[in-house]
């Protein structure tokens, strides 16, 4: 399938919610956390298979500001697997010149949790290949909420003006500031919905919803959603012959 995918036209930038681990245990007749440690093998799949195509960015909700109202054993064991995911991927992403970044309140995160990815980002911050952005303790109106407080901060103390707020503006102080928004948004598990992923940054991306559990997500199922991605017409308001390239 691979094969057929066209070079011309990878997504730079996908986002992915990893979801139903805790289905794919609980069908195994296992804890809801088992599912969460089977989660870093599609990771690393999804992370490969996107760096083989060239793609430039890949943002992973991993845990959002909602997931912490899970029970205190899950929300414990998530910040653990974490720890471990990072420790043992580090060097992985030095060999593939691959760069970590985050996205979301890392503050609140565990100070353990900190630690690791502070490392782990600062090893990995020459590199020049893709970068991995990872969403913990993030939401789209946590993160739209502290793009305003910071502008308004600003306006407050006469660094800008109102006339100076525009979307380029607005954009600059989000989390993603640095990072193109994501043209592919894949969610696995069958649910369709955003919960609260990158409100602004999604306003036009193509969402790609598919059954798999995030545990079963493989190289073959990214392959299959960037070939549904290079089918869709990308119009951005404007018709279709508009968009066709002229013969
Ligand atoms: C996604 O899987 C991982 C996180 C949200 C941390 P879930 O834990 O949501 O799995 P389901 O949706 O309950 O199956
Ligand atoms: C979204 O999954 C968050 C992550 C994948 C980290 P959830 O499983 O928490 O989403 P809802 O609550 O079912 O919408
Ligand atoms: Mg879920």
Known sequence: MKEVIDKGNIPQHIAVIMDGNGRWAQKKGA?????????????????????????????????????????????????????QAITDEVPTMMENNIRLATIGDTDSLPGKCKEHLNLGKA????????????????????????????????????????????QEAIASHLNTADFPDPELLIRTSGEIRISNFMLWQLAYTELYFTEVLWPDFRKKHLHEAILAYQKRERRFGKTGAQIKPSE
């Open 123 to 166: 090893k990995t911050n020459a590199n020049t290949g893709m970068t991995v952005v990872l969403a913990l303790s993030y939401s789209g109106r946590w993160e739209i909420t502290q793009a305003v407080k910071e502008i308004v901060k600003k306006v407050v103390s006469g660094e800008i003006q109102e006339k100076d707020i525009n």
């Open 31 to 83: 804890m809801r956390i088992f599912g969460h440690r089977n989660a870093i093998a599609a990771v690393r799949d999804a992370i490969e298979g996107a760096a083989e195509l060239g793609v430039k960015f890949i943002t992973l909700y991993a845990f959002s500001t909602e997931n912490w109202s899970r029970p205190k054993e899950e929300v414990d064991a998530l910040m653990e697997i974490l720890v």
